[in-house]
């Protein structure tokens, strides 16, 4: 009576559940990462990303105009102005000349400075300062105030990543990068793998089945175990620390589960097929090029997700075989972890990257995914 029509099993809400969860720790996370993208440093320091549309109590440190901006007024000197700028859009709740008190006054308040003078801040920002004597130095004196501001979202963050990367130590370049990168290494690894899986599922030759074993095995080799002999043959025959090497070397890595993937798929597909073009005189190239690819595309675009994937994410091998101290040659997962040792604090800058890193992978899975799970079973039933 559990499986009358019309009804589902406990197992099956059990499982929709794990899904859904599955989905949300995975979509909650992105979803913050591309609203911090948008936001200020002062919005990320003083509130979560769930935040961002309502109005935030941030502490800030501002300057009030340079001494060069102060008139004479009688016997005074004053200085005028606001301290968020031409469009003030805060209102200030407490303020401070000290960083040790920064909640001493209220708006409307007069301070005594430092160095001479007094300041009267209001509520909106706009200030005054007053001294008998001429103000001196570079720059205004600092007002610390604890304010509220409305939601503000930008694109200045991708600005300074995508088109000012002197700025940025060069995100821009190490986008490119990544691209150099990832492009070969996922085209020449399916070339050669479609290749081999056709002659392995449908070649009749000595030794096929040692070899189709020999891939297998080489499935659990670890990656860490062929990296120094890998890039001493690179530096012996002159492609080590250059886009070559790392493009043999993402292809030597990715090729078992390439032959793998597409030799399952190709041994599935209908015998009669590959007989009959035979049978009318074709080559086992014709066959391959005319039949089997257009027939093994699934299996292709799932290796290629893989293999993009992989080779966009990746750092290890790239430390490795594209060691560069001018930064050239850096991909964005090495930039990034450079980011985080010299801007550590700028949080907006290190959000806006890494969703720009993780931008370009999303875009390629959800326009193939599609084809993932068809490629992922190929040939795991009869």
């Not at 004597?133 to 600005?159: I, S």
């Not at 493009?247 to 589960?257: I, V, Y």
């Not at 032959?259 to 005189?281: Q, S, T």
């Amino acid at each position: 009576m559990n499986n009358i029509a019309g009804s589902r099993s406990a197992l099956v809400w059990i499982v929709n559940l794990c899904v859904l969860g599955l989905v949300c720790l995975w979509l909650f996370p992105t979803f913050g990462l591309f609203v911090s993208s948008f936001r200020t440093a002062d919005q990320i320091a003083t509130s979560g990303w769930w935040r961002a549309v309502f109005a935030s109590e941030q502490n800030l440190t501002l300057r009030t105009a340079p001494p060069e901006t102060q008139v004479q007024q009688g016997d005074m000197y004053v200085i005028e102005g606001n301290l968020f700028g031409e469009n003030p859009d805060a209102v200030i709740s407490v303020w401070g000349v000290s960083s040790r008190d920064i909640d001493a006054y209220t708006p409307g308040d007069t301070a005594e400075l430092r160095r001479g003078g007094e300041i009267t801040v209001q509520a909106d920002g706009a200030y005054r300062l007053v001294n008998s004597e001429a103000f001196e130095g570079k720059r205004g004196p600092r007002v610390f105030v604890t304010a509220t501001a409305p939601p503000e979202l930008t694109f200045q963050n991708y600005k300074n990543i995508l088109f000012d990367p002197a700025n940025v130590d060069g995100m821009a370049k190490a986008f490119f990068n990544t691209l150099t990168v990832t492009i070969p290494a996922t085209i020449i690894p399916i070339l050669v793998a479609a290749f081999a899986a056709y002659a392995l599922a449908w070649m009749d030759f000595p030794g096929r089945a040692l070899l189709i074993a020999a891939v297998v095995g080489l499935l659990v080799v670890p990656l860490q175990l062929a990296l120094i002999p890998l890039l001493k043959l690179h530096l012996s025959i002159g492609i080590g620390k250059s886009y070559l090497g790392i493009w043999l070397a993402h292809t030597g890595f990715g090729l078992p589960l390439a032959i793998y993937l597409l030799r399952n798929y190709m041994a599935g597909l209908p015998r009669d097929i590959i007989e009959n073009a035979r049978v009318d005189g074709a080559t086992d190239f014709q066959i391959f090029t005319k039949i089997i690819l257009p027939l093994s595309f699934p299996a292709l675009a799932s290796f290629a997700i893989f293999q993009f994937l992989w080779t966009w994410n990746d750092l290890l091998v790239a430390k490795v075989f594209l060691i560069d101290a001018s930064g050239q040659t850096t991909v964005m997962t090495a930039q990034i972890v450079e980011l985080m040792g010299t801007r550590g604090g700028n949080w907006e800058i290190l959000a806006t990257a890494a969703f720009v890193s993780i931008a370009v992978p999303l875009l390629v899975f959800f326009a193939m995914q599609k084809y993932l799970v068809r490629g992922l079973l190929a040939g795991s039933v009869k």
